[in-house]
């Protein structure tokens, strides 16, 4: 017999929590979640006198898992909560049983990227938080969803709760966030990748060429969709998430039979 385990989701910049309440819905009984703010967006406040970096998110959510005493989790994390996802492999292994990557990807930012975020850095503090919902909206989603006024509220809302200070931490953040694609190939558990055939903002080819890398992959391409795949096809990631879920206890071993 193995025990019930928990699913652990996080969430993308600059959304926060609720980005996932439609997965959530499709899920329904199938998995026990678990999708807490991180510093800086929602309700929870930014990390104080911490230097910015992806470890530091994964610190806290490890403090978030042991606070509730989830000993062991499958986690899945969407673009930067991939590379959280991914720091929490890294870092802590013992408290991972499944990797899900959704919309993401292992490298590190190029040159380019890491000033791209530097711009944006400086024109959220001069502009404010608007102007990075502004800049994503239209490379976040499908283009037959771009239109769309729900599912552009969702990063419009999470930006302007984070404000200033939660938007610029991240981006420092993933800026600063080391290359993980050689431990995608060292990782045993089960590795989801769920990908946006339209995504604009890391192209689905990346996502094939990660799923090649890993010792126990579970590929699914999400068509019509583009990166914010768990708001645009949501039954279609819940159906991920729950063979990623089942597939994550069967690597379990089973617990002892009480004597």
Known sequence: MTKDIPLLLIHGYPFDHTMWFSTIA??????????????GFGKTPVLENVEPSIDAYAKFLIDYLDE????????????????IALAL???????????????????????????????MI?????????????????????????????LKAYPEQGAEKAGREGLTWALEAMAARPDRTELVSSVTCPVLIVHGSEDKIIPIA?????????QKPLLF????????????????????????????KESLPPEPNPS
């Open 26 to 39: 499709a899920l329904g009984a199938k998995a026990k979640v678990v999708a807490p703010d991180l510093p």
């Open 68 to 83: 509730n005493m989830h000993e062991t989790v499958a986690v899945a994390g969407m673009s930067m909560g991939g590379y």
């Open 89 to 119: 492999a890294e870092k802590y292994p013992d408290r991972i049983c499944g990797l899900g990557l959704i919309s993401t990807q292992a490298a590190a930012d190029s040159p380019e990227a890491k000033q791209a975020r530097k711009e």
């Open 122 to 150: 400086h024109k959220i503090r001069e502009h404010g938080p608007s102007v990075a919902a502004e800049a994503i909206i239209p490379k976040m989603f499908a283009n037959e969803q771009t239109a769309s006024v729900d």
């Open 206 to 214: 990346k996502a094939r060429a990660l799923a090649e890398k890993c």
């Open 221 to 248: 391409e999400i068509h019509n969709a583009g990166h914010a795949t768990p708001l645009e096809a949501p039954d279609q990631v819940a159906t991920a998430l729950a063979r990623f879920i089942k597939t994550s």
